[in-house]
């Protein structure tokens, strides 16, 4: 039977325990279980079978059983694999709706990681998809350009709407000190009745139509779809793609993201390295806004093609909560994304096929805020922190001749 050093270097199975990807997928995991218990509670087999529960537990235990796991399947068929559906096509049909929707989330939540890398908190990614969104709708309804060029623009005029957006941030920030949190907090604000006021004018309002919406962008103007018309998944997918890269090289290859690492992690070192926080703050900015814009394209020129005052659902604020659960790692917050955007595709299914409110998908999403927020708790559930605190005091007191138990043999010699 193997063994665990009990001193040195701490070994393999260590060091992925103590790891926070570890702790970021046990979070996922206690928040669909506890998602699960939730379902049960509220099933009403369950609460029929729990009247008779001390004469036949059975009954209650496989009615919560089957409800917590139809919905989930009901979720993975939505998200995706549809093991039901007769056609190839239609059984990959659900992920590439998990794609479409985890593609704006992946922008916005590579913004709002950026932002964390360089210490600061960026509640804005709301806003900054707002005006990126505006300013793509506008370029693709108001001007009438061939089709590569007119992309080229949409996604150009995203991007500088939601850079202006956050770098005025950062500008303000760097400028007067001015707290990061309440600036975006507010920009939001700003930003929403901003875009409900220019729907209401003829800038922007469809032509013959008393709502707020704007016209349809142009056909030049759409993202084309990847794999044909049958399914939704677009080019802002791939986009999402490059921009992980993206902000993979910027952090790990270039010397502004380790700039922008140095005054994240110790701003009073880093100024006195000579780095030029002011200058750090704006780009950071700057470029984190100008990722949550992408995510307007991706939504107004991908999927719905016109604007409306909630262009921007709750990819913002769910941008905060996947670049958490990435920790900040542009490979980590892709991943993320993906898993919300099959929370998003598969909540739709678990509603139509097993009845179960779709309000549970935004509860395991809190649920795994609140387990990321506290990895002691994540920790002590699944019994991590026993392990890790017999290690650390194995690494600080290794074994020598003088306090090692005598082995076997010699015990045994010494009995006879």
Known sequence: MSKEPSGGKPSLLQRMRQSNAVVSFLAVVLSLVVGGVLIAVTDEETGAAAGYFFSRPGDMLAAAWNAAGGAYAAMFRGAIFNYQAT????????????????????????????????????????????????????????????????????????????????????????????????????????????????????????????????????????????????????????????????????????????????????????????????????????????????????????????????IAASIGFDAITVALLGRSNPLGVFGAALLFGAFRAGGVAMQSQTGTPIDIVLVVQSLIVLFIAAPPLVRTVFGLNARRKRTEAAVENPPTPENQPPSSSLTAGSSL
Do not use: C
Not at 124 to 151: E, K, S, T
Not at 189 to 206: D, G, H, K
Not at 282 to 298: E, Q, Y
């Open 87 to 310: 056609g190839f096509g239609e059984m990959f049909r659900p992920l590439t709706e998990t794609f479409t929707m985890a593609a704006p989330l992946i922008t916005a939540s590579l913004g709002v990681a950026l932002a964390f890398r360089a210490g600061l908190f960026n509640i804005g990614a709301q806003g900054q998809i707002i005006i990126g969104a505006g300013l793509a709708a506008y370029v693709g309804f108001a001007w009438d350009l061939p089709w590569p060029l007119h992309i080229l623009l949409v996604v150009l005029a995203s991007m500088i709407g939601g850079a202006f957006w956050g770098g005025l941030v950062g500008w303000i920030k760097a400028k007067t000190g001015a707290h990061e949190v309440i600036l975006t907090i507010m920009l939001n604000y700003v930003a929403v009745y901003l875009l409900a006021y220019i729907l209401s004018t003829p800038l922007m309002q469809r032509p013959g139509s008393s709502n707020p919406v704007s016209p349809i962008v142009h056909d030049s103007a759409k993202f084309p779809l990847i794999f044909g018309s049958d399914y939704r998944v677009h080019l802002g997918f791939l986009i999402g793609i490059l921009a992980t890269w993206g902000v993979w090289w910027l952090l790990e290859r270039s010397t502004i993201g380790f700039e922008l690492k140095a005054v994240g992690a110790n701003p009073a070192a880093a100024r006195t390295a000579g780095i030029n926080t002011t200058r750090a703050t704006v780009i950071a900015m700057v470029a984190a806004g100008a990722l949550a814009g992408l995510a307007g394209a991706s939504q107004v020129n991908g999927t719905e093609y016109f604007v409306t005052n909630g």
